[in-house]
């Protein structure tokens, strides 16, 4: 299976957008590792800079190992909204 999974907020804490202070929300890293450990693609999707502009993706690929993230792929330019509302959508935390 492939998983599509944000970062802010699901993954770690992050406080008005300053992603250099976020921190891993390590029960999550794990449970999201455990399945790429099973063989499904994780793909990391995130709205980072969507508003600004800014370029986060170092930064997010420096976090994403720092907090010791199996991934597929990382994805930038995920649209910034309040509500996704999906088919498939489900929280799985």
Known sequence: MRYIVDIDKTICLTENSNY?????IRKHVEKINALYDEGHEIIYWTARGAVSG???KELTEKQLSDWGCRYTELWMNKPHYDVW?????NWIF
């Not at 250099?20 to 891993?24: D, E, G, I, P, Y």
């Not at 509302?85 to 959508?89: E, Y």
Request: hydrophobic share 40%; proline share 0%.
């Open 54 to 56: 800014k370029d986060w």
């Open 85 to 89: 509302v999906d088919d498939k959508a």
């Open 20 to 24: 250099h202070q976020s921190w891993a």
